[in-house]
């Protein structure tokens, strides 16, 4: 079946350093990207989305690309605040169109020092 | 502008007594689900709808249940609370179309003794 894969936690970095949290993944054909953020005491909210190969998502100054050839979907962002301080999950929609629900990774526990 | 709304936010219960988890929403979504989420381990599946009178088994459906007899409502069941169902609860919507992200609610946070 279906699985995604992410770096393990946390991670702990400072204001303004260069983040990427990596996450790879197992589906059959062509699955939806997604990276969701969990503030503390809260549900979670879609981060950003890439449908198919070479799309970019981008939200709130995040970036990620979604790499067929690597089955990659790492999230970057080129300046961290502490605001950014939260789980971020790495999920995906499988091709078959979704009604399913979605696969997730384990959560990455993301820490900024100011 | 409510979205998904969920209660109770926390819950206690002891060994063998159930409970119902209320899910409301209002976007008129046909898509409503059930995840657990518990430490280090990500969103487990537990059961999904389609549409009113329609629901399905996810990925961990033992030892709960739901119904769905409107678009707004998506109730998940505990009959017999085991310390292994000790966990958050999330429920999530979604409209129609392959690509549409899930909207989740706040969650409940349940713990069974």
């Known amino acids: 079946g279906d699985s995604v894969t992410q770096m393990e936690g946390p991670v702990t970095l400072s204001e303004e350093a260069f983040l990427t949290i990596n996450c790879t993944y197992t589906?059959?054909?062509?699955?939806?990207l997604f990276w969701y953020v969990q503030y503390p005491g809260e549900g979670l909210q879609l981060l950003l989305k890439a449908t198919k190969a070479d799309d970019k998502g981008s939200n709130k100054g995040f970036e990620a690309t979604y790499r067929k050839e690597t089955t990659s979907f790492h999230l970057e962002k080129g300046s961290v605040q502490v605001s950014d301080s939260a789980v971020y999950f790495c999920a995906l929609v499988g091709s078959g169109g979704g009604a399913d629900g979605l696969t997730f990774g384990k959560g990455t526990h993301l820490i900024i020092q100011p | 502008n409510a979205g998904v709304t969920q209660t109770p936010k926390f819950r206690i219960l002891k060994i063998g007594q159930s409970m119902t988890l209320q899910c409301a929403q209002d976007?008129?979504?046909?898509?409503m689900y059930w995840y657990r989420q518990d430490p280090g381990m990500g969103l487990k599946l537990i059961y999904y709808?389609?549409?009113?009178?329609?629901?399905d088994k996810g990925e961990v459906p033992n030892g709960y249940n739901v119904s769905r007899s409107t678009t707004e409502y998506f109730p998940l069941r505990l009959e017999l609370a085991a310390p292994s169902q000790t966990s958050v609860y999330f429920c999530?919507?979604?409209?129609?179309?392959?690509?549409?992200?899930?909207?989740f609610g706040d969650g409940t946070r349940l713990s069974i003794l």
């Open positions: 976007m008129n979504h046909n898509y």
């Open positions: 709808s389609v549409g009113a009178g329609i629901t």
């Open positions: 999530a919507t979604k409209g129609q179309g392959a690509n549409q992200p899930q909207h």
């Open positions: 589906a059959t054909g062509y699955p939806s």
